[in-house]
């Protein structure tokens, strides 16, 4: 995509379901996180926080070009967050499949959807190619262990077991996948899993980020 309207304008089809506008943002984006207070979770910001801090000028058009992006969201009737992060919540008590953002999932609604996001600095996101991608509880043996932990048949109440626990929108590489970045400064839209998609969903995955890292500005709507 070349712009922000043709990126909400095209539709998702002929088995396409990422789209992306490739962007070189101005501004010193590490110089934002260096100053920020974060926490060593999710760190919510929003317009007053990111106007406060002082910045040099270089600092100041990165936090435009971040207010830009939410004003071009909210226009359209969306609610953009934007977080500063050093790691996600892992699973309390680890399963026979991983729930967390670090696996390989899927977003799922009931209606039509889909989700943006951009990562502005640190390590970005990363996605996997449908064809490259398997789903979790179609492995023989994770499907056994989920048999056994749900204590029934494979029926329609151990698929609606399965849908519960978002068991069934988690996504194993398959061997050989090269899964892709999505890379710094660039807007994505990516297809969700709803009732009469077009498309399957993108299949994607939040990045470890190390002590010691740089935290992640991160955009999701």
């Known amino acids: 995509m070349n712009s922000f309207d043709e990126l ?5 089809e002929d088995g ?4 992306c506008w490739p962007r070189e943002l101005a501004g010193d984006f590490a110089e934002v996180v260096e100053t920020l207070a974060a926490g060593e979770g ?5 317009e007053a926080t990111l106007e406060s801090l002082p910045l040099s000028a270089a600092g100041k058009l990165a936090i435009g070009v971040m207010l830009e992006d939410l004003r071009l969201l909210r226009e359209q009737g969306r609610l953009p967050e934007l977080n500063c992060i050093r790691a996600y919540p892992r699973d309390e008590e680890p399963g026979v499949v991983a729930t967390d953002v670090y696996s390989f999932h899927a977003d799922s609604a009931p ?3 889909d989700t943006w996001l951009c990562t502005y600095h640190g390590a970005p996101s990363e996605g996997l190619r449908q ?5 979790r509880i179609d492995l023989p043996g ?15 109440e151990f698929r609606e077991y399965l849908s519960e626990c978002s068991y069934d929108l988690h996504y194993a590489p398959l061997p050989g996948a090269q899964p892709f970045s999505f890379g710094i400064g660039n807007l994505w839209r990516i297809a969700v ?3 009469g998609s077009l498309v399957p969903p993108c299949v994607h995955r939040a990045p470890e980020n190390p002590p010691g890292e740089p935290a992640r500005l991160l955009l999701i709507s």
């Open 111 to 113: 209606v039509e959807a």
């Open 142 to 156: 994770i499907r056994a262990a989920l048999l056994e932990e749900f204590g029934g048949e494979d029926g329609e």
């Open 131 to 135: 064809e490259e991608a398997q789903r």
């Open 16 to 19: 396409v379901n990422a789209l």
């Open 8 to 12: 909400l304008a095209t539709r998702f």
């Open 193 to 195: 899993d709803w009732p």
């Open 42 to 46: 999710i760190t919510p910001l929003d």
